[in-house]
């Protein structure tokens, strides 16, 4: 079975600073997606950026990027220019290929943004 | 506009009794699924259902009980044997393609009386 490994469970950034959050995986495939969800205080999940394990170039949506290292099962999301509205949780997940399959959450990290 | 709506809001059980949360989707999304969050805790598969008729358990499926009669609606009932059901629950839907994904509703947020 697949788990994903968020070891953080906390991370503070100042305004308009950059903040790296961390995740890993364990997993025998050699091709799945990993996403990361944004769930600020209204509790609302929201898809912030995917990744194809096929694909070897990070994926990239305006301030967010992630450093992808297959080969180290680590899938990092960079947050870049931080802004008071990215205060949130933040979960890795993990999703084999096929139709039947299921998303594995980690258990996220609280960001806190200091003005 | 598209989406998922969970209602109610907020839920109050009572001991012994039986719930049931609502999930509708208006998205055309064939797959749907339910977690439940506890604090400190990542999200945990309760159900499954990739189509209509038709639904898997996920990893914590005890006590909890879903149908799926009509693609748009999934609904959960939280049964008298789930013995520690304080919790929040979402609600999320997708295409079934594993590349896309899910969507999520705002939550329902169950507590004991």
């Known amino acids: 079975a697949q788990t994903v490994t968020q070891s953080q469970p906390e991370m503070s950034v100042q305004e308009a600073e950059t903040v790296t959050l961390s995740c890993t995986y364990d997993?025998?495939?050699?091709?799945?997606?990993l996403f990361w969800y944004k769930q600020p205080p209204s509790r609302q999940m929201i898809l912030v950026i995917r990744?194809?394990?096929?694909?070897?170039q990070n994926a990239t949506e305006n301030r967010f990027s992630v450093n992808f290292q297959k080969a180290a099962k680590s899938f990092s999301l960079k947050i870049s220019d931080s802004q008071l509205g990215d205060a949130a949780m933040y979960f890795c997940?993990?999703?084999?290929?096929?139709?039947?399959?299921?998303?594995?959450f980690g258990k996220g990290i609280t960001l806190s943004v200091r003005p | 506009d598209g989406g998922i709506t969970q209602s109610p809001k907020y839920l109050f059980r009572k001991e012994g009794q039986n719930v049931t949360l609502s999930c509708e989707q208006n998205?055309?999304?064939?797959?749907m699924y339910w977690y439940r969050q506890d604090p400190g805790q990542g999200l945990r598969l309760i159900y499954y259902?990739?189509?209509?008729?038709?639904?898997q358990k996920g990893d914590i499926a005890e006590g909890y009980s879903v149908s799926r009669e009509k693609k748009e609606s999934f609904p959960l009932t939280v049964t008298s044997a789930q013995k520690n059901p304080t919790a929040f629950y979402l609600c999320?839907?997708?295409?079934?393609?594993?590349?896309?994904?899910?969507?999520f509703g705002d939550g329902t947020r169950l507590s004991i009386l």
């Open positions: 999320a839907s997708s295409m079934q393609a594993s590349n896309q994904p899910q969507h």
């Open positions: 997993t025998s495939e050699s091709d799945y997606y």
């Open positions: 990744q194809e394990a096929y694909k070897q």
């Open positions: 997940a993990y999703r084999s290929l096929g139709a039947n399959s299921k998303l594995t």
């Open positions: 998205l055309n999304h064939d797959a």
């Open positions: 259902s990739q189509i209509v008729n038709d639904f």
